[in-house]
């Protein structure tokens, strides 16, 4: 008796570890197939982040990046010399808007380049620091006459190729920064147009 009572428990512990054993196995291969299949859906966000941020630009996409950023640079270094050299304290206040304004929109432009791979001067072309260099040299109100025509002159242009590249740009995000970045271009345009008509 105590022969086959021993029997039924070793066997009954046999098919304990048994379904224990079979258990965890398939615990461990849903564990397993659902941790291959995260690491599969992170690669593949990976990759589609990178295929978006490393997609090359259109030339005319990457003429105006450029183009928009030694413009802005050139604002901002334009308005740190109003904020100096101009004894009208409207044109004073302009270059302040200047500097605020354009700087927020070169480190939102830097940051959309370097996501495609695009570096941006650090300094102004050549033609413009040369002009800018000459505008050192001004002070009192002959500053303020060239410096407010300077002003009238490129808001009109920017306004105009921000406007386009807000309707035709290729690269979708460029085309909605060029959108965004518009309305300020305007108000600058309306406000130092306002300025040279009270001097």
């Known amino acids: 008796m105590k022969k086959k009572l021993l029997s039924f428990t070793l066997c009954l512990s046999a098919a304990f570890i048994w379904s224990c054993n079979n258990s965890s196995e398939t615990s461990n291969t849903t564990t397993d197939s659902g941790t291959t299949k995260s690491t599969a859906d992170t690669t593949t966000a990976t990759t589609n982040t990178t ?4 997609t090359p630009l259109s030339k005319a996409d990457s003429s105006f990046v450029m183009e928009a950023a030694a413009g802005g640079l050139m604002e901002v270094q334009a308005g740190q010399l109003a904020q100096q050299n101009a004894s009208s304290q409207r044109v004073k206040d302009f270059g302040n808007m200047m500097v605020t304004d354009h700087s927020k929109a070169n480190d939102e432009l830097k940051s959309y380049a370097s996501g495609h791979g695009i570096t941006l001067p650090d300094s102004l072309p050549a033609s413009m620091k040369k002009h ?20 009238v002159d490129d808001h009109q242009k920017d306004v105009a190729k921000f406007k386009k590249e807000s309707s035709d740009a290729n690269d979708a ?18 406000s130092i147009q306002a300025i040279k008509k009270g001097m």
């Open 51 to 54: 295929a978006t941020a490393n």
């Open 132 to 151: 800018l260099d000459a505008m050192k040299n001004m002070k009192g109100s002959a500053f303020d006459k060239h410096y407010v025509s300077m002003m």
């Open 173 to 190: 995000q460029l085309k909605t920064w060029a959108g965004n970045t518009l309305p300020t271009l305007q108000k600058h345009l309306d």
